[in-house]
């Protein structure tokens, strides 16, 4: 692994798409800055780093703050130039519509929107500087579709890809790649499995498949091809989702 006089910023460090996404980036020499609420939980994440033998800078985040979100991104970049940032708040709750309070609406939106506007507006402004640089940002099937008890997640993430669109435009003339990644399925995580033995049973979860659900290195896999892009085929969009997924 060599060392890249480079930073990738992770906002939303999860345990498991962000983690992963972390891992490979400084597997692939990047010097990471990872973000999320409570820092503390990023302590494993940075043990796995490094001892891999990379480098990472863990940071406790609310990025629904603008001042915080400014700070964060403004330390990646003064630490090493700012080459990669990955936007990865999910905010995936689901209530019937009369159910769905002000303040949980509110929330979502603040968490899956507001905070990736605010990330992609500074990683923009700390990569033009240099004119160059990768912006990406998480979706989900909500930011296609609305369904049933996702009122306040699908109108989020329906904003968040437009801010990703918007952005694209704007910025990939200027050589920042913008992109959105859908991922269209459930992500084997302790969320995702806990809300299928809630909804079909321990046996259904005991015998489950394992291709239903996407691996989240796989998911990392998909962000690190988007960063490889030849600038003459980028992708503003990808969609991912595990072979046997209906869609």
Same mark, same amino acid.
């Given at each position: 692994?060599?060392? *890249?006089?480079?930073?990738?910023?992770?906002?939303?460090?999860?345990?498991?798409?962000?983690?992963?996404?972390?891992?490979?980036?400084?597997?692939?020499?990047?010097?990471?800055?990872?973000?999320? *609420? +409570?820092?503390?939980k990023?302590?494993?994440?940075?043990?796995?780093?490094?001892?891999?033998?990379?480098?990472?800078?863990?940071?406790?985040?609310?990025?629904?703050?603008?001042?915080?979100?400014?700070?964060?991104?403004?330390?990646?970049d003064?630490?090493?130039?700012?080459?990669?940032?990955?936007? +990865?708040? %999910?905010?995936?709750?689901n209530?019937?519509?009369?159910?769905?309070?002000?303040?949980?609406?509110?929330k979502?939106?603040?968490?899956?929107?507001?905070?990736?506007? $605010?990330?992609?507006?500074?990683?923009?402004?700390?990569?033009?500087?240099?004119?160059?640089?990768?912006?990406? $940002?998480?979706?989900?099937?909500?930011?296609?579709?609305?369904?049933i008890?996702?009122?306040?997640?699908?109108?989020?993430?329906?904003?968040?890809?437009?801010v990703?669109?918007?952005?694209?435009?704007?910025? %990939?003339?200027? +050589?920042?790649?913008?992109?959105?990644?859908?991922?269209?399925?459930?992500?084997?995580?302790?969320?995702? &499995?806990?809300?299928i033995?809630? &909804?079909?049973?321990?046996?259904?979860?005991?015998?489950?498949?394992?291709? *239903? $659900?996407? +691996?989240?290195?796989?998911?990392?896999?998909?962000?690190?091809?988007?960063?490889?892009?030849?600038?003459?085929?980028?992708?503003?969009?990808?969609?991912? *989702?595990?072979?046997?997924?209906?869609?």
């Amino acid at each position: 692994m060599a060392a *890249r006089n480079a930073t990738a910023a992770i906002v939303g460090a999860g345990d498991y798409i962000g983690a992963a996404i972390a891992k490979k980036f400084a597997a692939e020499g990047f010097t990471v800055f990872a973000g999320r *609420r +409570n820092g503390d939980k990023l302590a494993p994440l940075v043990k796995d780093v490094e001892s891999a033998g990379g480098k990472i800078f863990a940071r406790s985040l609310d990025a629904r703050k603008e001042e915080e979100i400014v700070a964060f991104i403004g330390d990646a970049d003064h630490h090493a130039p700012l080459e990669v940032c990955i936007f +990865n708040i %999910g905010a995936n709750v689901n209530f019937p519509i009369t159910e769905t309070t002000e303040r949980v609406f509110r929330k979502v939106w603040e968490m899956a929107c507001y905070a990736g506007f $605010l990330t992609t507006r500074e990683a923009a402004k700390a990569m033009l500087a240099r004119g160059r640089g990768s912006i990406f $940002l998480t979706g989900a099937t909500a930011s296609l579709r609305g369904g049933i008890g996702f009122a306040a997640f699908a109108s989020a993430k329906f904003g968040l890809r437009a801010v990703s669109q918007a952005a694209a435009r704007e910025l %990939g003339p200027k +050589n920042i790649h913008v992109a959105h990644l859908i991922v269209d399925a459930g992500v084997d995580t302790q969320f995702v &499995r806990d809300r299928i033995k809630a &909804r079909e049973g321990e046996e259904a979860l005991a015998n489950l498949d394992p291709e *239903r $659900l996407m +691996n989240p290195d796989a998911v990392a896999g998909a962000y690190w091809q988007l960063y490889e892009q030849p600038r003459s085929a980028w992708s503003s969009e990808m969609e991912i *989702r595990p072979f046997g997924e209906k869609w």
